[in-house]
C-alpha cells in the first residue's frame, strides 16, 4: 500500500467508524437535518407529517448502518443462506416496529417531545405498505422479523407494488374499492438501486443449434423490461443483525430494442416502452380463486426472473463459479406463487450457465422448497398450456421435459397406471390444456409443508393424495406463528408492562415460552384485577376508533366480540351475522327484567372482499343492514351494538387485536389451513370461539380446552356431513333468522337471496348444521363473561399457553428441517454507543 492509500484508508476508517451517538441531542440533531435537507422545510416550521418524515429518515440512518454491516459479515462469514420468495409482504408501518427493535424508542420519544411533537401522534402519519392481501402476506412480514431476529443469513424478494391492497369505504352499507397509491408522499423507508437492475424477456420464439455434439436453446425474446431493486432492511430485535427485503419494480428496458427508435416512430417507441411498468404497477387482490390473468403470469416471472438473477449473479460474485450453489442457497416459494422459477433457474443453468439438465436438476430440486396454505381446489394454480407457450416459450418447453422425465419415474414406480398418470402429470389433459403449478412445485421441491398440523395431514389425503403416496418423505408440516414484537410487545404496552413485572424480565419478548410464567398468577385476584385494567385500557383505546371510523357510541362495558378477516363463505361471516340476528330477535321480544340478565356485547366485523366475489360484497351489505336496524332500535340500547369496521388492515389490527374480549375464528372445519390472527387475539388475553380448524386445534391444545369455546363438527365429519344435507332437520331458530332475512326485516330482501339460498341450499360451508352448536357456545360465553374471575383466569391461561405460536419457533424450525441455514451473527460493534 502506497503511503497515499494508506493515508485515505485512515481516514475513511475513522469517517466509517462513527456511528450515529444515541443521545438527545445527536437524534434531535439528525432529525432536524433530515427536516433542513432531506425533505427541504425549514427547521423552524415543520407540520407533524413532516415530523415523521424527518424522524423515519433518521431512523433508516441507523438501519442502513446496521444493514451495511450485516450484510459485510455474512460476505465474510459465507454461510448457507436462505430467500423467502413471495409474491406478498403485508409489512404494515415500520416506524415504532423500528425504533422498538433498535432499542431507540424512549430516546427519539423523548428527542421529540424537547422539539414539540409527540411520537404516538406521527407515528400515525405513516401509511400501511399493504403489498399483500391477507393472512399469506402477513406471515412473510412475521418471518422476516423472525429470521432478522434468530440471526439468520436470509433476505426475502418480492414485488414492489404502486397500488397495494384496495383502500375499502362503506357507501350505504355496500363495500367500494379505492385504490392504494401509497408511494404518493413518498417512502422513506425503501433504498432505490439504480445499479441493480436486470432484463426480464418475453414473448417471442426458441431456436435450436448444434455445439459441440449438444443441443443449445436460444430464447429470441420479443420483450424486455427491467427491473429495479428497492431495499427494505429488516432490523432484528435487539440484534446487531438487519436484513433485506428486496422488492423489484419495473421499468422500460435501458437497451432492448433500441433500433425501433430509429425507424422512424420516436414517440410512438418512448409510449409503447411506458407499458413495462404496469408489470410492477398492481396487487391483484384475489385471496382465493385463480384467475388465469395474463398480467398476474407476467408479474410471477418478472419476480422470479429478476430475483434468481440477483441470487446468481451475487454467488457468483462472491465465489467465482456457481461452484457448491446448491450447497449453499435455500428457496423458499410462499405458496405456487413464484413456482415458474422453477423452470426460469433450470433455464438459467441450462441456457445462460451451459450446465447440463442432470446437473441443472439436481441443483434445483436441492434448493427448492414449497409452502402450501389452502386445501380449496378453485385456489389452485393452472396456467393455460396455450399462455404459457406464447408468453415464456423456453419455460414451457422445459416444463414439458421436466413433466416427461416425472412421467417416467411414475411408471418405474406404479407401472403402467393411466388414470394415475392423468391425475397427476403437471400438465392437465383437456379442451383447454393447463399447467398445473402445483404438481411442478411438488416434483421439484425436496420439501413441501403445510402450515397447522391439521392442514398437513389435510394435504396428504386430499389434494396431493397421490404424491404423498410417491413421495412420503417431502411431507412437513410447520406450523404457523406471528412475531411477538409487533402482536404483542409493540400494540400492547400496557399488557407489556405487566406481563414484564409480573415475570420480572422482558425476556419473553424473543422467548415466547417464558409467558408460561404467567400461569401461576392466574387465580391471584390483585393480579386478576391488574389484569382488567389494562383490558379495559385496550377496550378504551378501540371504542374511540370505533367511533371516529363508525361514528357509534359504543360502552367499554360490553363484551366486545370481534371477527376480523378477508370477507369468504368458508370463513363463516354469515354463520356470526345469523346468530346476531337470533340474539336481536331475543333481546326485542324480553321483559325489562329479562333483559336486566343479559351481558351486553359490541359485535364488531371487519374485512375486504374480493372486487369480483359477489357473494361476499353480499354479505357485507347484511352486516351493515343489521347494524343499521339494530343499532337505532330503542328496545335494544347498549345490550347489542353492531360495527362493521371499514379497511381493516394491519394498522386497524394493531387497535382491535389487543382491545378484543372474544374472537371468532369459525371456519367450517378443514377449510381454514391454519389462520395467523387467532394467535394474535390468543397472545392478547382474548378468548376464541371457534371449530376445530386450522390452528385453533393446536391452541386449544397449548391453552387447554376449558380456556376456549370449540364448537361445530369436524373436519373428518364433514364430507359425510355433506351428502346428508337434504336429510337435516333443520333447527328452528334457524329457519327463523333465515326468514327474517329473506322477508325484508332488515330491507334489500332481493339482494340478500343468494346468501339465504347459499346457506337453504347445498349449504356447502355447513352454516345450518353448526348454527345450534355454535349458540350453544355463544351461551358457554355469556355464562362464562358474568364471572369475570373465570373469565379473566382464562385470559391470563391463553396468554400464558400462547408460548408456540412465536413466529421465532416457526422459523427455527424451517432453519433446521428444511432450509438446513444456521444462525449468523453479527458481533456488537466494540465502538457502539450504548444501547446500541
Ligand atoms: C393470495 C393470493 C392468491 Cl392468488 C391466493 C391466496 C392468497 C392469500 O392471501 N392466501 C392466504 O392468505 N392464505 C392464508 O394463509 C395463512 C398463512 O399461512 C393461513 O393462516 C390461512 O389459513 C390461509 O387462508
Not at 106 to 114: H, I, P, S
Not at 193 to 201: D, E, G, M
Not at 617 to 626: E, F, G, P, W
Not at 770 to 781: G, M
Request: proline content about 4%.
Amino acid at each position: 500500500m502506497s503511503e497515499d492509500e494508506r493515508h485515505r484508508s485512515d481516514l475513511l476508517y475513522t469517517l466509517m467508524d462513527t456511528y450515529i451517538k444515541n443521545d438527545v441531542l445527536s437524534v434531535q440533531e439528525s432529525i432536524v437535518n433530515h427536516v433542513e435537507y432531506t425533505i427541504a422545510r425549514s427547521r423552524y416550521h415543520f407540520d407533524d407529517f413532516e415530523a415523521y418524515q424527518a424522524t423515519a429518515y433518521s431512523t433508516r440512518d441507523r438501519l442502513i448502518e446496521s444493514w451495511n454491516d450485516t450484510q459485510q459479515y455474512f460476505h465474510d462469514q459465507d454461510p448457507k443462506r436462505v430467500y423467502y420468495l413471495s409474491m406478498e409482504f403485508l409489512v404494515g408501518r415500520s416506524l415504532l416496529n423500528a425504533l422498538y427493535n433498535l432499542n431507540l424508542k424512549g430516546l427519539y420519544r423523548e428527542a421529540l417531545e424537547q422539539l414539540g411533537y409527540n411520537l404516538e401522534i406521527i407515528k400515525e402519519r405513516e401509511r400501511d405498505a399493504a403489498l399483500g392481501n391477507g393472512g399469506l402476506g402477513r406471515l412473510a412480514s412475521c418471518f422476516l422479523d423472525s429470521m432478522a431476529t434468530e440471526n439468520l443469513p436470509a433476505w426475502g424478494y418480492g414485488l414492489r407494488y404502486q397500488y397495494g391492497m384496495f383502500r375499502q369505504t362503506i357507501q350505504d352499507g355496500f363495500q367500494r374499492e379505492n385504490p392504494d397509491y401509497w408511494l404518493t408522499l413518498g417512502n422513506p423507508w425503501e433504498i432505490e438501486r439504480p445499479n441493480v437492475t436486470y432484463p426480464v424477456s418475453f414473448y417471442g420464439h426458441v431456436s435450436a443449434r448444434e455445439e459441440d455434439g449438444r443441443q443449445i436453446f436460444v430464447w429470441n425474446p420479443a420483450e424486455q423490461v427491467d427491473a429495479v431493486a428497492y431495499d427494505n432492511p429488516i432490523p432484528g430485535y435487539r440484534t446487531a443483525n438487519t436484513i433485506n427485503l428486496r422488492l423489484w419494480s419495473a421499468k422500460p428496458s435501458r437497451e432492448f430494442d433500441l433500433e425501433s427508435f430509429n425507424s422512424g416512430d420516436y414517440v410512438a417507441s418512448i409510449l409503447e416502452k411506458q407499458n413495462a411498468e404496469s408489470i410492477s404497477s398492481v396487487l391483484y387482490p384475489d385471496d382465493r380463486t385463480y384467475k388465469g390473468k395474463e398480467l398476474r403470469l407476467k408479474q410471477q416471472h418478472f419476480f422470479v426472473s429478476a430475483t434468481l438473477q440477483d441470487i446468481l449473479r451475487r454467488y457468483t460474485a462472491q465465489h467465482g463459479s456457481l461452484e457448491n450453489f446448491s450447497d449453499k442457497v435455500a428457496l423458499q416459494l410462499n405458496d405456487t406463487h413464484p413456482t415458474i422459477g422453477i423452470a426460469e433457474l433450470m433455464r438459467l443453468l441450462m441456457d445462460v450457465y451451459k450446465w447440463g439438465w442432470t446437473a441443472s436438476w439436481e441443483a434445483t430440486t436441492k434448493v427448492f422448497s414449497f409452502t402450501n396454505h389452502t386445501v380449496l381446489p378453485e385456489a389452485l394454480e393452472q396456467w393455460p398450456v396455450e399462455l404459457l407457450q406464447e408468453l415464456l416459450p423456453r419455460h414451457m418447453q422445459i416444463i414439458y421435459d421436466i413433466n416427461w422425465r416425472f412421467l417416467q419415474e411414475l411408471r418405474a414406480k406404479f407401472g403402467n397406471d393411466q388414470a394415475r398418470e392423468y391425475r397427476m402429470s403437471i400438465i392437465q389433459e383437456g379442451d383447454e390444456k393447463m399447467v398445473r403449478m402445483a404438481h411442478l412445485a411438488l416434483v421439484a421441491s425436496h420439501t413441501v409443508n403445510g402450515v397447522a398440523e391439521i392442514h398437513s395431514e389435510l394435504i396428504k389425503q386430499t389434494i396431493f393424495e397421490d404424491f404423498y403416496e410417491m413421495y412420503p418423505k417431502k411431507f412437513q408440516n410447520k406450523t404457523n406463528g406471528v412475531t411477538p414484537r409487533r402482536w404483542l410487545a409493540f400494540c400492547n404496552p400496557p399488557l407489556r408492562n405487566l406481563i414484564n413485572e409480573t415475570l420480572g424480565t422482558d425476556a419473553w419478548i424473543s422467548r415466547l415460552d417464558l409467558l408460561e410464567g404467567l400461569k401461576s398468577h392466574a387465580d391471584d385476584g390483585e393480579f386478576q384485577s391488574r389484569w382488567v385494567e389494562v383490558k379495559q385500557l385496550a377496550k378504551a383505546k378501540l371504542a374511540a376508533k370505533i367511533k371516529e371510523l363508525c361514528g357509534v357510541e359504543v360502552s367499554t362495558d360490553a363484551l366486545f366480540d370481534v371477527q376480523v378477516k378477508r370477507i369468504h363463505e368458508y370463513k363463516r361471516q354469515v354463520l356470526n351475522i345469523l346468530g346476531i340476528i337470533h340474539r336481536y330477535d331475543q333481546i326485542r321480544n324480553m321483559s325489562e327484567e329479562e333483559k336486566a340478565d343479559v351481558v351486553p356485547r359490541v359485535c364488531i366485523i371487519g374485512g375486504k372482499a374480493a372486487p369480483g366475489y359477489e357473494l361476499a360484497k353480499r354479505i357485507i351489505k347484511l352486516i351493515s343492514a343489521v347494524s343499521q336496524r339494530v343499532n337505532n332500535d330503542p328496545a335494544v340500547g347498549d345490550l347489542l351494538k353492531v360495527v362493521f369496521i371499514p379497511d381493516y388492515n394491519v394498522s386497524l389490527a394493531e387497535v382491535i387485536v389487543p382491545g378484543s374480549e372474544l374472537s371468532q375464528h369459525i371456519s367450517t372445519a378443514g377449510t381454514e389451513a391454519s389462520g395467523t390472527s387467532n394467535m394474535k387475539f390468543a397472545m392478547n388475553g382474548c378468548l376464541i370461539i371457534g371449530t376445530m380448524d386450522g390452528a385453533n386445534v393446536e391452541i386449544a391444545e397449548e391453552i387447554g380446552d376449558d380456556n376456549i369455546f370449540i364448537f361445530g363438527a369436524l373436519a373428518h365429519e364433514v364430507p359425510k356431513l355433506r351428502t346428508e344435507r337434504a336429510d337435516l332437520k333443520v333447527d328452528d331458530r334457524f329457519a327463523h333468522v333465515v326468514r327474517l332475512i329473506s322477508s325484508g326485516e332488515f330491507g334489500y330482501a332481493d339482494f340478500f337471496t343468494p346468501i339465504v339460498d347459499a346457506v337453504q341450499g347445498s349449504d356447502y360451508y355447513l352454516v345450518a348444521n353448526d348454527f345450534p352448536a355454535y349458540l350453544r357456545a355463544q351461551d358457554a360465553v355469556d355464562r362464562t363473561y358474568k364471572n369475570s374471575s373465570i373469565w379473566t383466569r382464562m385470559s391470563i391461561m391463553s396468554v400464558a399457553g400462547c408460548g408456540k405460536f412465536s413466529s421465532d419457533r416457526t422459523i427455527r424450525q424451517y432453519a433446521t428441517e428444511i432450509w438446513g441455514v444456521e444462525p449468523c451473527e453479527r458481533p456488537r460493534p466494540p465502538n457502539a454507543p450504548e444501547g446500541y
